[in-house]
């Protein structure tokens, strides 16, 4: 019986990794903005959209800048009170022209 759950455990993450995806940000977005690469990335003000709406095996890249979150509904109107939620898969570090998560530069970028 363990064998089996082990199994089947695996195979659902096989497949998670199989079909995740990378959603591109950086600051001011580029193209046609739906995050599906560098050069249509979505822009600064989605990221939390992004992050949200990543699913396990996905991974969020995120270039350069400086990301300021909007205010979550219900949590208050202050500063204080905005925040991003950070998940699993979230990256930084990259310049915007990076295929592979090895080529970031979380020194410069």
Do not use: C
């Not at 497949?15 to 990378?22: A, G, P, W």
């Not at 193209?31 to 003000?45: F, I, K, Q, R, V």
């Not at 270039?63 to 979150?69: M, R, S």
């Amino acid at each position: 019986m363990k064998l089996i759950k082990n199994t089947f455990l695996s195979i659902i993450l096989l497949i998670n990794l199989l079909y995740s995806t990378i959603v591109y940000v950086t600051e001011s977005g580029n193209g046609t903005m739906n995050g599906t690469s560098w050069e249509n990335a979505l822009p600064g003000d989605s990221l939390q959209t992004a992050i949200s709406n990543s699913q396990l095996g996905d991974e969020v890249w995120v270039a350069k800048g400086t990301y300021k979150p909007n205010s979550w509904p219900n949590v208050g109107s202050g500063d204080r009170q905005k925040h991003f939620a950070i998940s699993n898969g979230l990256y930084g570090g990259f310049n915007g022209t990076e295929t592979g998560i090895s080529q970031r530069n979380i020194k410069n970028n």
